[in-house]
């Protein structure tokens, strides 16, 4: 099995319009039955004022089918503490998920610094 309980995934909604709102969510599989998964973690919605995404401050819980067609799934290493995670824009990378540490996932959609 590729994904097991304990796995950190970062996953991006894909949008299914032009102008639907932006979602990622950051979170460990608490339990897996073959590609759907139940997670915890945070979700963090795109902020078009401020260009950036804001974290949901409530840890929840969802249900994803990892074999649809509608997310794009990062493993991430399982040291990273997802409550530490958060997104920030850098000169030399564009916008990053980052715990301010070790942890760095590039998240431009549309090439560097979108």
Known sequence: MLIDKGTKLHIVYRALYEDSTR???????MECD??????????????TKLGTYKRKPEKRKTVIDLAESGYVVNIID?????????????????????????????????????
């Open 78 to 114: 399982s040291n990273v503490e997802i409550d530490e995670v958060s997104y920030k824009y850098l000169q030399s990378a564009g916008m990053v998920a980052t715990d301010g540490k070790n942890f760095s996932l590039d998240i431009n959609e549309f090439g560097q610094r979108s």
């Open 34 to 47: 073959g590609v759907v998964c139940l997670l915890q973690g945070y979700a963090f919605v795109h902020d």
């Open 23 to 29: 979602r990622h969510f950051l979170g460990e599989v």
